[in-house]
């Protein structure tokens, strides 16, 4: 156990609709990450938040947004679902070192997006 | 951006024998090399990571080397057992950039 919680673990969902992910990260880690794993992209980095600030953005759509709370829990909320947007999505969370040093991420057990 | 490929994208080995995985990055700038194994229906679990100040790091049966040079870098996992069984990623990231460039992933099957 990682020490990360994402819920819920299973949604099913039609075309057109909105869902919202939320993600608890370790106890002490300030920085969230979220990443997106389907069998044709892989792994794919969305976004980073720090300490409820955005940190980083990789191939996340318009159609995606994200924050990250006070009390430094995150949601990923998705609009406008396609049947392409169905997939894992997997939070992760790290201290948030100083200086830029890259410090060790920490994966939740994922959110199953199944868009019908 | 980074680009992180992973060699073979299957492996069956023997139980007992090791296991090897290699991957390759595109970033020379690239610094911090983590290893993920993901086991079905859960998240990616780290095994072991390396940075670029080192050129091997071992914990127990697992070993990452890394070869700056030639910009690869390998997971060994010796004495394999069945619950080795599972997907392993590779990823890299660069000095102050905590994105995870992921490679497609190994399925590594021990065969008992």
């Known amino acids: 156990d990682s020490g990360v919680t994402q819920t819920p673990k299973h949604l099913i969902t039609a075309t057109g609709q909105r869902v919202t992910l939320r993600c608890s990260p370790r106890?002490?880690?300030?920085?969230v990450y979220w990443y997106q794993q389907s069998l044709d992209q892989g792994l794919q980095f969305l976004i980073q938040y720090y300490n409820g600030e955005e940190r980083a953005k990789g191939n996340i759509l318009e159609r995606f947004s994200a924050q990250q709370f006070p009390d430094l829990h995150s949601e990923l909320n998705l609009s406008s679902l396609e049947l392409g947007d169905s997939a894992l999505y997997f939070c992760a969370s790290s201290v948030g070192l100083a200086g830029g040093i890259t410090d060790t991420q920490y994966f939740g057990p994922g959110t199953r997006l199944t868009v019908l | 951006g980074e680009n992180v490929e992973q060699h073979p994208s299957t492996l069956s080995v023997q139980e007992g024998d090791s296991a090897v995985i290699k991957c390759t990055y595109s970033d020379s700038a690239s610094n911090y090399f983590p290893w993920y194994k993901q086991e079905l229906g859960k998240g990616p679990q780290l095994i072991i990571d390396?940075?670029?100040?080192?050129g091997e790091k071992k914990d127990q049966r697992i070993a990452v080397t890394l070869n700056k040079t030639a910009k690869h870098f390998s997971l060994h996992i010796t004495e394999t057992q069945p619950e080795d069984s599972a997907v392993y990623f590779c990823a890299a990231s660069s000095y102050g950039n905590n994105r995870l460039a992921f490679g497609k992933g190994n399925q590594v099957v021990v065969i008992p």
């Open positions: 106890s002490g880690d300030l920085s």
């Open positions: 390396i940075r670029s100040n080192v």
